[in-house]
């Protein structure tokens, strides 16, 4: 029988040959590349300690260190972004601001100071001090990109980094994005913007009723990624790591 957080055997088969480590590979192989997803998988669905980690999965502070260095290599991301499908019709913005434990903090900065809490997308907003996760997902309410900022930081700030140089007809948000700025930029990418404008805007814009309310599959894909508590509550001192622990996720939600 297998085990409730384990990767499944077809969902294994579509990602092996894009992990590091293979046989066909110059360097060190990784035999064990299951077993290590397996591991990540059970911290990030159950939000344990990695000191919690089960013995069967090998020592918690080996299994850390890999994990750390994929995160270094960008090796979340790049399986991520393979899995994705480029055929994108409807670009759909939005985000949602997580809590940090505080186990969270504490970060080391580099010798030149920088890696402070802003770097490290710290910061404090209406729902405490936490981290703010900027998302767009395609007309599936697949992933397509991730960004993180502090807590405060609002929408409208980080929307031309989610859409640049992803082709689309339609962005799709809601009025955190009301800006003619971010209208322009959809525009120049040639996409028509669904966004409403604020109740007291004095030319308000017209849009696609029925276009806008597909938005609720940004809403189901929040529903979704929080199920892995890793996601759902900060633990990770660097938003590196955070955002590896986002993308782990994403993936076996896009394998789905």
Known sequence: MPEQHAISDENWERIQDLLPGRPDQPGWTSPDNRLFMDAILWVAKTGAPWRDLPARFGKWNSVWRRFD??????????????????????????STIIRAHPSAAGAKKNPDG????????????????????????????????????????????????????IPFAFGIGDQGYDSQTVVNDIRNQGGTAVIPSRKNSKTPRVIDGHLYKERNLVERFWSKVKQYRRVATRYEKTARNFLGFIHVSSIMIMLK
Do not use: Y
């Not at 260095?69 to 939005?94: N, S």
């Not at 729902?127 to 609002?154: E, M, Y």
């Open 114 to 165: 920088s890696g402070g809490q802003d770097e490290q997308a710290f910061g404090r907003s209406r729902g405490g001090f936490g981290t703010k996760i900027h998302g767009a997902v395609n007309g599936l309410g697949l992933p397509v990109r991730w960004i993180l900022t502090p807590g405060q930081d609002a929408d409208v700030t980080q929307a031309k980094k989610l859409i640049d140089g």
């Open 69 to 94: 260095r994929w995160c270094r290599k960008g090796t979340w991301p790049a399986v991520f972004e393979t899995l994705q499908d480029p055929d994108l019709e409807w670009l759909i913005m939005d």
